[in-house]
T-cell receptor, first 112, second 115 residues
Framework: GQSLEQPSEVTAVEGAIVQINCTYQ??????LSWYQQHDGGAPTFLSYNGLDGLEETGRFSSFLSRSDSYGYLLLQELQMKDSASYFC?????????????FGTGTRLKVLA | NAGVTQTPKFQVLKTGQSMTLQCAQD?????MYWYRQDPGMGLRLIYYSASEGTTDKGEVPNGYNVSRLNKREFSLRLESAAPSQTSVYFCASSERGNTPSYEQYFGPGTRLTVT
């Protein structure tokens, strides 16, 4: 089967840097994605890593190590609006389609 | 571009009633998905359609049926609603043509309560 593990909650102060980890077990690996979801809202795509290394998009970066089955999302210069839930997701390698499995999410609280 | 739209936004059903959740996308995506999200939980895949004319079960398909009406529309039907189906339902789409897209676009969700 496939599974993803994330911390349930992370708290940080405005302006700080926070890292949200994700470990996964998959039958085949086609990359790790990250989504953000504000309370009451829909998930929105943040980033994708298909190969090892760091991908940077503005204040957000995502890292992948395929040998360790591990990735993380790094948020810099935290702002209050970053308070949200963050989900990692992997594509189901067994199905051969673009079907995704999501983690249970990490709730980030940013304190003033 | 409206993206992914879902109707209705809110719905209350009594146990045993049926209803259909509608989803449409205007991005010419091939793949469409239905997820449910329970409080404090991640997204769990109910059914998906990799392309027009095909549908497949996801992680939690029991109690649901789907129809891929055309490339734009993908509906989810609850034949006999149960309190365990109280949840927020999200429709999503991805993949333009033959170009792999790792980004899923989500609709605003339908908040369903079954009493």
């Amino acid at each position: 089967g496939q599974s993803l593990e994330q911390p349930s909650e992370v708290t940080a102060v405005e302006g700080a840097i926070v890292q949200i980890n994700c470990t996964y077990q998959t039958s085949g690996f086609y990359g790790l994605s990250w989504y953000q979801q504000h309370d009451g809202g829909a998930p929105t795509f943040l980033s994708y890593n298909g190969l090892d290394g760091l991908e940077e998009t503005g204040r957000f970066s995502s890292f992948l190590s395929r040998s360790d089955s591990y990735g993380y999302l790094l948020l810099q210069e935290l702002q209050m609006k970053d308070s949200a839930s963050y989900f990692c997701a992997v594509r189901d390698g067994a199905s051969g389609t673009y079907k995704y499995i999501f983690g249970t999410g990490t709730r980030l609280k940013v304190l003033a | 571009n409206a993206g992914v739209t879902q109707t209705p936004k809110f719905q209350v059903l009594k146990t045993g009633q049926s209803m259909t959740l509608q989803c449409a996308q205007d991005m010419n995506h091939n793949s469409m998905y239905w997820y449910r999200q329970d409080p404090g939980m991640g997204l769990r895949l109910i059914y998906y359609s990799a392309s027009e004319g095909t549908t497949d079960k996801g992680e939690v398909p029991n109690g649901y049926n789907v129809s891929r009406l055309n490339k734009r529309e993908f509906s989810l039907r609850l034949e006999s609603a149960a309190p365990s189906q109280t949840s927020v339902y999200f429709c999503a789409s991805s993949e333009r043509g033959n170009t792999p897209s790792y980004e899923q676009y989500f609709g605003p969700g339908t908040r369903l309560t079954v009493t």
